[in-house]
């Protein structure tokens, strides 16, 4: 497609599950983020890849959060053991890379709600 | 480290009126400065960007904004808004011109159009 695709749109999980967030990026764009959106605030960084590379994973708030990329491609956003606290809108973000527009696209986000 | 803040979280404005949402930021190094709207149920767009050159950078929709060094800000103008621009509107920063292409968002500003 061309723009950033993101799976499952919403996802209902109960305390303790564990949940895995795909995020499909625009066709070579090196650079991916992901970023968590409570309600009412504004989207928190969480990591980043360049190609299959995690440069940066400093805002994962617990060892509980685990991002993969490992073809430099789809990604995806894995939560194990499920808390409250995660319940928020994950959102995946893409670009061409550093160096070039600073612009990066974002997909629709997957919300998740935990019980 | 790059912050920003949005200090109203809701502007309602008469349809037709003007505009104006505040953006300030906290930097010890230049930064790119964005926009982004965020409609309901759909992903963040960018609305403009500044990365350098001129103060006044025009984007969609019609709106603009400013950027001013000395006072650290990059407000966001539109001189006579329309229904359909009900949305929340993010400022965010990066330090693109470093490579670095992570975004620090504010918390964000609802915009309400009254008929």
């Known amino acids: 497609g061309a723009g950033v695709s993101q799976s499952p749109r919403y996802k209902v999980a109960k305390r303790g599950q564990d949940v895995a967030l795909r995020c499909d990026p625009i066709?070579?764009?090196?650079?991916l983020f992901w970023y968590q959106q409570a309600l009412g605030q504004g989207p928190e960084f969480l990591t980043y890849?360049?190609?299959?590379?995690?440069?940066?994973k400093s805002g994962l708030p617990s060892d509980r959060f685990f991002a993969e990329r490992p073809e430099g491609s789809v990604s995806t956003l894995k939560i194990q053991r499920t808390q409250q606290e995660d319940s928020a809108v994950y959102l995946c973000?893409?670009?061409?890379?550093?160096?070039?527009?600073?612009?990066?696209?974002f997909g629709e986000g997957s919300r998740l709600t935990v019980l | 480290a790059q912050s920003v803040t949005q200090l109203d979280s809701q502007v309602p404005v008469f349809e037709e009126a003007p505009v104006e949402l505040r953006c300030n930021y906290s930097?010890?190094?230049?930064?790119?400065l964005f926009w982004y709207v965020q409609y309901p149920n759909q992903g963040l767009q960018l609305l403009l960007k500044?990365?350098?050159?001129?103060?006044l950078v025009k984007g969609i929709n019609g709106f603009e904004a400013e950027f001013n060094k000395s006072q650290t800000s990059f407000h966001l103008r539109k001189p006579s808004v329309h229904i359909s621009d009900t949305a929340e509107y993010f400022c965010?920063?990066?330090?693109?011109?470093?490579?670095?292409?992570?975004?620090?968002f504010g918390t964000g500003t609802r915009l309400t159009i009254i008929p």
């Open positions: 973000a893409s670009s061409l890379g550093a160096g070039n527009t600073g612009e990066l696209f």
């Open positions: 066709s070579g764009h090196v650079s």
């Open positions: 890849f360049q190609n299959e590379a995690q440069l940066d």
């Open positions: 930097s010890s190094v230049s930064v790119y």
């Open positions: 500044y990365l350098s050159g001129s103060t």
């Open positions: 965010a920063v990066s330090l693109g011109s470093f490579g670095n292409e992570k975004l620090t």
